[in-house]
């Protein structure tokens, strides 16, 4: 299992957890899968943010499968 702080490792459609901005200090993550990549650069230290499919907004801690 990746991390999600290379944005080369994360395609749209594959499924992810996210630490979503509310839930960075309690640590929950919310899984889902990628509808929108938002970070532009090519890596970040805490994970690349993306949208999921259902609207939420968090950055990437595991990419749970790779296509």
């Not at 640590?27 to 650069?41: A, E, H, M, R, Y």
């Not at 907004?57 to 749970?64: A, E, L, N, S, Y």
Request: proline share 1%; charged share 35%.
């Amino acid at each position: 299992m990746s991390d999600g702080r290379n944005r080369k490792d994360i395609q749209i459609g594959i499924e992810v957890e996210v630490v979503q901005k509310q839930d960075q200090r309690s640590g929950d993550l919310t899984n889902g899968f990628v509808k929108k990549i938002l970070t532009k650069s090519s890596f970040h230290p805490h994970g690349i943010k993306v949208m999921l499919e259902t609207g939420e907004v968090g950055r990437v801690k595991d990419i749970v499968e790779e296509e």
